[in-house]
C-alpha cells in the first residue's frame, strides 16, 4: 500500500460511516496529517482506526479560550495522523477512545483528572494523577488554575484507591513502593499474589507530578527547552530535541545542517549511554556484580568524554531552539571515534563473557515475556516494543535530518522476553556507535544556531524524535508575545508502563525487579 | 580393603575415578551447550591426569603419549572444534529446556548404583581399583547415553558420544595398564574422524531442517508425510 | 499385686466416669431419691446440706461435669501410677478374670510394655480431664448431650486401657472393639455437619476391617499352636512364610488404626471431626495404642524376626512420615492439619521400628534396643505435644468459632497464654533442641548411622537415605509449624472474629495444655528418666539393654558409647542461658537504647499497611506446592474477570485452589467403584422371581450334598 | 582449664567472624574493581547498631524482640561445640553435629517467626522462602555429614576431626563428594550467591534480609552477627573436617597458636574462593534452587555409596 494511500482509504471508511473529515493544512513541515472532526465522531472515527490497523499515539487537550481543544495521534507505517475535535468549556464531554485502544486508557484519564473533561464510556472511572494532591473539582491544567499552584503541607496518603482485588483463599497483597529500597524513581505497584506466584500487578503512578505542563506556560523558547530536558532527566537531549523541533516548526524556522548533525550525536551518544547503564542494571538485579561493575566503568568513561567535549556528562541544555549549544572540533570529532573504537573492543570482550554465562542467561531467557499481540495492543515503542516484533523506529519511518542522511538498520526481535530487551539493547548501542561514526564523518563547516524568529500567535508545533526509550512526541502552541500556552510532552515511557503488568503475569515475585528493569520505564516522564 | 590400606596411588586413581563421574553428572545436568563442553573438556583432563599418574607410577612409558594425545584430543581440538561452531551456528543462546532435571539426575545416580552392584561379584576375583574403575567407567558410559536420551540438541549427543569413548578409556588405563599403543592410536583416530565427521553432519542437518534440535529429525519421519 | 490394683482402678474408673456422665440431666431423679432415701431418718446435716448444695439448680450441671472429668483425671493418675509401678518393678503381672465366656477367662497380663503405654494413656487422660470441663460447657446441651460424650469417653479410656492389659486374644479383640466403637460415638457425636456423619462412617468402616485384619492374623498364629492366650501364641513356631502373612496381616490391621500411608485416609477425616479434647486423646493416645499392638504382635508374640519386616516397615515409615508432613502443609483447617501431623509421627515410629527389626534380625540386638527406645520415646512425646497442640486448637476454636488458619492472626497479643503453651508445642513437633521432639528424634537418626555394622549392601544404603528422608521431615515439620504459629498468633488480625478473641475466662482450660507443655520441656531437658524407664522395658521385651555405665548419667546422653556420641540438653540449655543473658544484659545497658521506641512497620511509605498485605497459609506452602507439585492432586485456577478495550483491563482476579489427597481418587474410589460393581452383579441375582430363588436353593441343596458325601 | 580454653575458643570463633565477613567484602570489592572499606568496617556497624535506639513496629510481639537473642544465642552455642584451633575440648562433648542442624534450626525457627511477626508481605515471603530452602538443604547437608560420621564411626566434630587426622592423607572419593556437597549446602544456607544476595536492596527477591527488614539497633546487630558466625562456622566445619591439618592435638601454647593460624590461612583461603564465586555468578531464580538442592543432596548420596562400596567394602 502506498504510504498515503492509508489515509484516504480511511477518509472513504469515515464518510461511509457518517463521519464528517474536514482537513486542515498544517503549519510548516509539520510531521502529520491534521484532521478535525466533530466530537459525537470521536468515538467511531477510534472504531475505524483500529480496524484499519492504527497505533494510538498520544492524547492530549489543550484550553482556547471558552473551548478544549482534544487532540489524538494515530500512526501507521510511519505516517502519523493528528485529529482533534472541540468541546465547550461547560460541562466538557466526549466519547472514550479507551473502551476501543487500552493504550488511551492512562492518558484519558490524566486529562480527565488535569482539565475535568468527562470521557463518557471510559472502563476506568478511578483518577490517575490526582491522587489526593488536589480536590476532586479543581483542574490544575484549566486556564484559571494558578500556574504556582496551591501547594498543601502534606498529601494525605491514598489509602482509599480502589485497587483490583484478588478474591480466594490465600491470595494476599505486596505493596512495593512508592519509596523504594534503591535509589530509583517513586511508583507504587500493587501485586496480587499466592505465594510466589503474581496473580495481577497494577501500578500506581504518579508520585513524581511537577506540573511540567503548567508551568511551561508562559515560557520563552530557550527556558520551554530548558524544562524539556527536564521531562526525564535521562532523556533529556531526546525531550528538548522535540520541544525544540515543535517550536521551531511553530516558528518556520530551520536549523543548519551541522546542528542537525550534532543533534544526531547528541542523541546517539544519550542512547548509548542510557543502554549500557541499563544492561548493567539489569546484570545488577540478577546479583551479577562481574557485568554490572565492567558496564558502570565503560558507561562512566563514555559521561567523562561528554563531558569534555560537551561540558555536560548527561548533554543537558545541549539542544537549544535554532540549533545546538557547543560545537564538535575536528581534533573532538577524532577523539570520540577512537573512543567508540575503544569501546566496541571493551564490549565484545564483555559480551563474550557474558554469553558463556549461563548463570546469567538462565534468568533472562523466557523471563518477563511480552506476547506480539498485546504489545501491538498498546502500541508498545522502542526497545521494549522493537523486542516483541514492533518494527517501528521514529529515525528510519520519518527520517527526519539528520537521519535522511545516514542508512542503518534498526534491531527488531520476536522473543519478547528479557533476554531479548537485553540484546535489543546491546544491538542499539552497536547501531549508535555506527550512527555516530557516519555522522562525524559527515560533519562539514558551518553555522551551528540559526537566529530565533518570534512565532505568530497560536502557531503550534508537533515534534516527533525518536529518544533512547522510544518515540517522543511534543506539542506545544505558542501565545502572543513569542511565550508557550501549552506544551505537552509525551515520554515513551507512557506508552510502555502498561505492559509492564502484562509481561509479569505467571512470573514469580522474585523475578519482578528484572522484569521492571528490563522494561525501565521513566517515572518522572510519566507523571508530568 | 579399607581405603587407608591401600597406597597413594590407589587413592588417587580412585580420586581421580571419583572425579570422572562427577564430570559425566555436571554434563547429565548441563542445558547450555558451552558449559556442556567446558565440562567435558574438563572430563579430558582429568583422564589426561590419571593416564599420567599411571604412566608415573607404573612406569609405563607408552600411557604418557595416550596422555598426551588425551591433553591435545578431548581437552583442547574436540572442545574447541565444538565451541567454535557452537557459536557458529549461534546455538550458544538456545535453552535446551530439560523435562525434569531432578529426576534425570536421580535416574543418573541410580545407574550409577546399578554398575556397582553389576560389578559387585567381581571384587572377590580381583583388586578393589580394578572393580572400582571399571564400576566408574561403565557408571561414566551408562550416564554418557543417559545424556544422549536426555538432550535434544545434537552437539550434546555428540559430546555424550564422546564421554562414552572417555569411560571405556578410563577403563583401558586403569584396568589393563594401558592398552597396546597401536589399538590406543586407532582409537584416538577414530575420535578424530567421528568429530570431524560429525563436525560436517551438523552442517548438512542444520542447512535441511534449520535446526539442530534432533527432535526435530522426527519430520523426516516418511509416515509424518 | 499393688501394681496390678492400681491398673484395674484405672480402667474402673474411667467405666465409672462414664456411667456417672449418664445421669447428668438427671436432677430431678436425683432430687427424688435423695428425698426418698435420706430424708427420715438421716442424720447427718453436713452431708445432707452438702447433697442439697451439689443438686442445687444451677451448680448442678457445672458440678456433675466437674465430677465426671475427676472421676477421668483420677484414672489417669492411677493408670500413670500403676504404669511408673510396673516399669521400676521391670516384671510381668498376670491376673485372670473370670468374665466372657465360662471356660475362656479374660488372661491378663501387665508388664513394662503394657506399662508404658499406660503411663502414655495417663498422661494424656490427666490433661484432657483438667481441659474438659470448661471446654465441653461450650456445647449446647439440646443438641450435643453431655451424656453421651462422657459415657462413651469413658468407655473409649477404659478400651484403651484394657487392649494394653490383654493377655489373649479374645480378650484383646473385645477390648480393641470397645475401644473403636466407642470413639465411633464421639466421633459422631457432632452428628449436625454431614461431613461429620461420613467421616464417622468410614471410620467405623476402616476400624472394622482393620480389626479383621487383626483378627486373621492372630487366627494364623492361633492356627500353629493350641489356644488363643498369648503365651500360647508365643510358643507357636511358623514357617517364614506364614509368619511373614500373620506379620502382613498385622501390619495391615494395626497400621489401619495407626494411619499408616496409604490406609490412612480415615484418619484426617475422624479427629478433627470429634471435639477437640478427644481429638487429642485419638491422635495422641489411640494411635500409639495401635502401635502398641503391633509391638505386642511383631517383638513379643511372632518371635523370630526377619529383616524384610523391617525394610517393610521402613519403607512405609518414610512415606508415611514425608507424606503425612506434606499433606499437613497444605491443610488450612489446624485440627486437619494436626491429624495429618499425626501421619508423620507414626511414620517417624514406624521408621525407627522398622530400623530396630532390622538390627534384630542381623543380630546386633543391642542397636535394636537403641532403635526400639527411640520408637518408644517418640511415642511418648508425640503424644504430649499433640495433645498439646489439639487442645490448643480447641481453644482457639472456642475462642475464635473457627478452625481455619487463613482467617486468624494477631492472636498473640490478645491471647498471651494460650500462644506460649502452643508455640512449646510447635518448637517440640519441630524437633527443636531443648524440647523432647529434638531427643527421640536424635535417637533415631543414631540409630540410622550404626548401619555400617550391617553386611547387606542394600540395607547400607537404603537405611542413609531413610535417615536422609527423615531429615527432610523434620525440616519441613518445622516449616509446617511456623506457618501453623506465624499465621495464627502473629502478625494482623485476618477475620474480626480473631480481632474480637480473647484469652480463655476459665483457666482451668490452661492447666492441661501447661502440665503438657510442662512435660514437653522437661523431658526435653531430662530425657534420661524416661530412656532409662525404657531401658527397662527393652530389656524385658528383647533381652537386651543399653550399656549402662556412666555415659547415661543424668547429664549425659550418650546411648552408643560416651565417645562416640552425646549430647547433654542440660549443659545446651545452661549455655542457651549464658549467651542469651550476656547478650541481653550487655546490650540493654545502655540507659538512653534501652527502652524500644515503637513505629509504624515499613510499608514502603505507601501509608497503611492492611491484614491483606501479609502472607497467608497458602502463600506460605506456595514454594512446596511447586517443587513437590507430584505428592498432591492439585486443582489451582486463576480465573480473571476483563473490561475495557479488547479485554485487555483486569477487573478482579479470582484464585481458586484446591490440594487433594492422592489416595481418595487412587486408592479408595477404584475399590467404591469396585464394590458398586460387584453389587450390581450380585444384584443381577436378585431377579425377584420365587422360582428363580427356588432354584437356587435347589442347586446349593444338590452342592451342599454332593460336598458332604 | 580446658574449660576456659573451650571458652575462649567460642569467644575467639563469635569475635572472629565478623573480620571473615569483613575480609570476605574486601576480596569481593577487589575482585570487582571497588575500592574496598577496611577489614574492621564489621565490628565498626556492629557497633554504631548497638549504640542505636531500637525502633520496633507497633503490633510486633515479644518473639520480635526476643527473637535476635535467642538467634543469637543459639549460634553461639553452635559456635562452642565446633573446634577452631584445638580438638579435644569439653565443649565438644556437649553436642554431637546432629545437635548442631538442630541449632542451625532453632536459630531460623524463630528468625522465620519473627518475619511473620510484623505481618508485611516481604517478611512472609522471606520466611516463605528460607523454610523452603532450609528444609530442602538439610537432608542434603545430613547426607554429606552422614559421610564424614560413617567414615570416623562417631557424630562428635571433634572425635571425626581426630580420626581423620590419625589417618594421615587419604584421598576419598566420598570426602571428595561430601566436600562438593557441604559446600553447596554452606552456600544455600548462608544465604550467599548464587541462592541468595547478602547485598541486595530488592526487597522482593531478598530472603534472609526481607525476614529482617524490621530489625534495627541492638536487635539488627545481634542478628548481622549471628549470621556471621553461621558463615564462618560453615567454613570452619568445611576446613578443619576436610582439612583438619594443623588444629592443636594438645593444649600447649605453641600448639594453640598453630592451631589458629592455621585456621585463619584455611578460612582466608575459602573466602577467596567463596568471593570469587559470587563475583561469576549471577543469582539463581528461585525455583530452580530446588534443583541446585538436590544436586548437593545427589552428591552427599554419591559421596555415601561410594563411601559404602568403595572404602569399606566387606
Known sequence: MNALNWTETLRQQLEEAGIVVDQQELTHSQPAVLWEISAKDWHPLAEVSMLQGLRWSAGWAEQNGEQFTVHALFEKQGIFLLVRTRIGCKKPELPSQASIYPAASRSERHTQDMFGIKFIGHPDKRPWTRHKAWDKHTHPLRKDFPAQGSPENITPPDMDYPFIRSHGAGTYEIPVGPVHAGIIEPGHFRFQAVGELILNLEERLGYVHKGIEKIAEGRTPQALARLAGRVSGDTTVSHSWAACMAMEQAAALSIPGRAALIRGILAERERVANHLGDIGAICNDVAFVFAQMQFTRVRENWLRTNASVFGHRLLMDCVIPGGVKSDISDSEGRLIKQDIIQLRKELTDIITALDLNSSLEDRVYTAGFLPEHIATAYGTVGYVGRASGQDFDVRRDLAYPPYDQVKFKVAVESQGDIASRFWIRYKEIMAALKLIEQFIDLLSPGEILNDWQVPVAGSEGLGIVEGWRGEIVTFLRFDADNKISRFYPRDPSILNWPVLEKLVLNNIVPDFPVCNKSLNGSYSGNDL | ?225 | MMTMILAYNAVLLSFASGLLALLSNQRAMLMALSQRYLTSDFHYPRCRKFLDRILEENRHASLHRRAVFVLLGLSGVFAVLAGLAVMMGQDSLTDQIGLGLPWLPWHVRFDGLSGFFYLIIGIGVIAVSLYGPAYVAFYQESQNPFAVLGLFTGLFVGGMLLVLLADDAFFFMIAWELMSVASYFLVAFQHEHSANRRAAFIYLLMAQVGALAIILSFGVLASFSDGFTFDALRQATLSPTWASIAFVLALLGFGMKAGIVPVHVWLPEAHPAAPSHISALMSGVMLKVAVYGLIRFCFDLLGELQWQWGVVLLVLGTVSAVGGILYAMMQPNLKRLLAYSSIENIGIIFMVLGLSMIFMANGHPQLAALGFLAALFHAFNHSLFKNLLFLGAGILQHQTHDLNIDTMGGLIQRMPQTSFLFLVGCMSISSLPLFNGFVSEWLAFQTALQVDVLDNGVLRSLIPVSAAALALTAALAAACFVKVFGMIFLGLPRSRNSEKAQEVKDKSMLYGPALLAGLCFFFGIFPNLIINLLNGVAKQLLGQSLPNDTALSWLWLAPVSANKVSYSPPMVLVGVLIAGGISFWYLRRNLETKTMRRAAAWDCGFGGLTPRMQYSCSAFTMPFRRIFARVWLIDERVDKEMQGAMDMEVKAVHYHLQVQDHSWPRLYQPITHGVNQLAKQVGRIQTGNIRVYLGYSFVTLILMLWVIS | MTWLLAIFQTLLFVALAPLLAGWLKWCKCHLQNRQAPSLLQPYRELLKLTRKQPVVAEHASWIFTRAPYIIFSATVLAASIVPLIAVDLPTAAIADVIVLVGFFAFARFFLALAGLDIGTAFGGMGSSREMTISSLAEPAMLMAIFTLTMTASTTNLSFAIVHVLNEGLVLRPSFVFALFALMLVAIAETGRIPVDNPDTHLELTMIHEAMILEYSGRHLALIEWASQVKLMLYGVLIANIFFPWGIAQGFSIQALAYGLLAIIVKLALLAILLSISETLLAKMRLFRVQEYLSFAYLLGLLGMLSHIILEASR
Open chain 2, 1 to 225: 580393603m579399607n581405603i587407608e590400606q591401600q597406597d597413594f596411588y590407589t587413592q588417587a586413581i580412585l580420586s581421580m575415578a571419583a572425579l570422572i563421574g562427577l564430570a559425566s553428572f555436571l554434563m547429565l545436568g548441563q542445558g547450555r551447550l558451552l558449559r556442556l563442553i567446558f565440562v567435558f573438556a574438563l572430563q579430558g583432563l582429568l583422564l589426561t591426569l590419571t593416564a599420567a599418574l599411571s604412566a608415573y607410577s607404573l612406569d609405563n612409558h607408552h600411557l604418557y603419549i595416550s596422555a598426551g594425545l588425551t591433553l591435545v584430543l578431548k581437552v583442547m581440538f574436540i572442545p574447541w572444534m565444538l565451541r567454535r561452531q557452537v557459536l557458529a551456528m549461534h546455538m550458544n543462546r538456545d535453552v535446551e529446556a530439560l523435562e525434569n532435571k531432578t529426576l534425570v539426575m536421580l535416574g543418573g545416580a541410580s545407574l550409577m548404583v546399578f554398575s556397582y552392584y553389576v560389578l559387585h561379584p567381581i571384587v572377590q576375583s580381583s583388586s578393589t581399583i580394578m572393580v572400582n574403575a571399571l564400576a566408574v567407567s561403565l557408571s561414566v558410559v551408562l550416564l554418557g547415553m543417559l545424556l544422549m536420551i536426555s538432550h535434544r540438541q545434537a552437539v550434546a549427543h555428540v559430546v555424550g558420544f564422546m564421554s562414552i569413548e572417555n569411560g571405556l578409556f578410563f577403563a583401558a588405563i586403569v584396568a589393563t595398564n594401558g592398552m597396546p599403543m597401536v589399538v590406543e592410536l586407532g582409537i584416538a583416530f577414530d575420535v578424530l574422524v567421528a568429530a570431524v565427521l560429525f563436525g560436517i553432519f551438523f552442517f548438512h542437518i542444520r542447512t535441511s531442517i534449520d535446526s539442530l534440535d534432533v527432535d526435530r529429525l522426527n519430520r523426516l519421519n516418511e509416515i509424518d508425510q
